[in-house]
Structures are given as structure tokens and as C-alpha cells.
């Protein structure tokens, strides 16, 4: 059974950092490209960032674009995010999504397989 489990969520001042993991089970991460996405009260879930399968592709959405940093540690089949600079907006449930190939794009219909989300608030 496939379980990806979210952590290291919390509340953090506007200018703070925060690292999410996100421990798989039941799967190789070492086989999947793997995403980060959010949802905020009221809007739909949007993505962050994805990382290919072996970690020499990285893509963000321009809205974390020089703040956040996805990286992943195949061996440990962890799944992080890196958040500096998190500002106000950044204030959402994350979640990591994986998906059986090289690469993964931006969409959440392409991930067959999500966590349960860690809520992430940043204070003004």
C-alpha cells in the first residue's frame, strides 16, 4: 500500500523558513518524479515545485521561484521542500504527490499518488 506522509509543517513569522518532508512507503521514490503542491481556504490546489527521478530536474512556480527549493534523497525515499523568505501567501495545507515516470509536470490529474498534507501558516 502507497503512503506519502507530509511533516514539518507549522506556524512560522512572515520571513521565516520551514523544510516539509515527505516519507513514502509502499513505493520506490527512486522510480517516481515527485511534487510539492498547496491549497489555500477557498482555492484550488496549485503547484510548487517537482523534481525528476533522479533529481537533475527541477521546476517552480514563479510564485516560489528563488524561496523554496525541492530536493529528494532516494536512499532515505524522502521528498523535501526547503521554504525561505515564506510570506503571508505562502499560508496553505502542502502536499507531496508522486508519479511513475522520468518527469512530472504542473497538473494534479498527471500524480496518481498524494499525502495527506501538512498546514503551513505564516503570520504578518
Known amino acids: 500500500q502507497v503512503q506519502l506522509v507530509e511533516s514539518g509543517g507549522g506556524l512560522v513569522q512572515a520571513g521565516g523558513s520551514l523544510r516539509l518532508s515527505c516519507a513514502a512507503s509502499g513505493l520506490t521514490v527512486g522510480s517516481y518524479a515527485m511534487g510539492w503542491f498547496r491549497q489555500a481556504p477557498g482555492k484550488e490546489r496549485e503547484f510548487v515545485a517537482t523534481i525528476s527521478r533522479r533529481g537533475g530536474t527541477t521546476v517552480y512556480a514563479d510564485s516560489v521561484k528563488g524561496r523554496f527549493t525541492i530536493s529528494r534523497d532516494n536512499a532515505k525515499n524522502t521528498l523535501y521542500l526547503q521554504m525561505n523568505s515564506l510570506k503571508p501567501e505562502d499560508t496553505a495545507a502542502y502536499y507531496c504527490?508522486?508519479?511513475?515516470?522520468?518527469?512530472?509536470?504542473?497538473?494534479?490529474?498527471?500524480?496518481?499518488?498524494w499525502g495527506q498534507g501538512t498546514q503551513v501558516t505564516v503570520s504578518s
Open positions: 504527490a508522486a508519479k511513475p515516470t522520468v518527469l512530472a509536470g504542473q497538473l494534479t490529474s498527471e500524480y496518481p499518488y
